[in-house]
């Protein structure tokens, strides 16, 4: 197969296969079509994956690799975290006391293998170098992780009632992130300097900055373009109110059912 | 909730989701004085690239809403008109020169460049929004319950 086309195929029409099925899985009413989505984000991540091996000539396989590289942390953190929620006060299919300590376990795992891809030998080097998607991720999520949590904590002050704990909680995760930046901007790591990472974490900046105002201007759209169409909506038909007869038998249905079918 | 009204309570929350960050990174750019060549090129790339892929989901996201209204055709017209307005804009602001331009060659492998490096942002976005979320959630979640004390009439 033609270079362009391998590229097409194992890497653009496999996230747009990974796009589309999430897409339908999420959003989609039936269960089959859910199912469909879910088999095609399936499918297309693998592909995803996969490009260090299938598309070795194009520097795009980097993306991939570095999926393959934050995967694992990644997956540690999300179940871990599930684990320590739902060992909790659920009502419902709570977790046991080894399955919250097998939680907390996997997200200091998940919380070290992140910080030693960035301090020690684990950084995601590809081909040679460190790899391109790595100096972008990293200080993307140190920023927005900062920006969420003091956000959370606004949050939470806002609609909880005697919070207090999870707002001190938030004010302690964005002090790790900050505590992280901090440390990524004046010290140098095995295998980013200080420097390089100083101006990536401005351009990671530059960057969420400009998917918030891209995605807010895309959703004010959306929002306008559907009010348009509302609008244009014909008024529903308005129905008579009920008469005399029909309100007595709808009282009467009432009694009945509210006395559960005995004569009142 | 709290009393205070829904306009007050959303700048709240968006000053305390932005500020924070915005004085970090001036004030790391007050003292290290690097280089942010490229800052504006990859903020109005990246704004360009996430408009265009942000209506595209929402284009399908639309097929939802179609279904539930049954006529799903004029917004979804409306939409695809967006998309491709907002296509046609990267692709004429790429052409214009070499303003957005990096280290590319061509102005295909620049707005592929940029979808990939979006894709990079959002993974990082959803690891972040995990690490944050799943601390809270947790948090939520393993508090004693609370116990609602009514008064006595």
Known sequence: ?????????????????????????????????????????????????????????????????????????????????????????????????????????????????????????????????????????????????????????????????????????????????????????????????????VSELLLSAADLFGVLVGASAAVVLFFLVVLVYERQQPEPTTLAPPTAEQLERATATVAHHISGGKEA | MNGSSPNRTLVRLSAWSLLPSVGFIVILWWFTQPSVEGALVRFVNSMLTSFTLFSFMLLVVLFTYGDARKRPIAPMVGVFAMVAISTGLTVFFLSQGDFLMEANASVRAQYLSNIIRFGTTVAAILVSAVVVGGTLLASILNSPPKVIHFEEE
């Open chain 1, 1 to 197: 197969m033609e270079e362009a086309m391998q590229a097409f195929v194992f890497f653009w029409l496999a996230g747009l296969v990974f796009l589309l099925g999430s897409l339908l899985a999420f959003f989609s009413k039936e269960a089959l079509r859910r199912k469909a989505g879910l088999a095609m984000t399936v499918v297309g991540f693998v592909s995803l994956l996969a490009t260090p091996w299938t598309l070795s000539f194009s520097p795009s396989s980097a993306f991939g690799h570095l999926l393959g590289s934050v995967l694992g942390p990644s997956v540690l953190l999300a179940v871990g975290f599930y684990q320590i929620a739902f060992s909790g006060h659920v009502p419902v299919g709570r977790l046991s006391k080894q399955d919250r300590l097998l939680g907390v376990v996997m997200v200091i795992v998940g919380v070290v293998w992140f910080e030693a891809m960035h301090w020690w030998s684990l950084t995601p080097t590809y081909p040679s170098g460190v790899n391109p998607y790595w100096l972008i991720f990293w200080p993307t999520m140190l920023l927005f992780g900062f920006a969420t949590a003091t956000g959370a904590f606004a949050f939470v002050g806002v609609v909880g009632d005697r919070r207090l704990r999870e707002q001190r909680l938030m004010l302690v995760v964005a002090g790790f992130f900050l505590t992280l930046m901090v440390l990524g901007a004046t010290s140098d790591g095995p295998s980013i300097e200080r420097e390089r990472f």
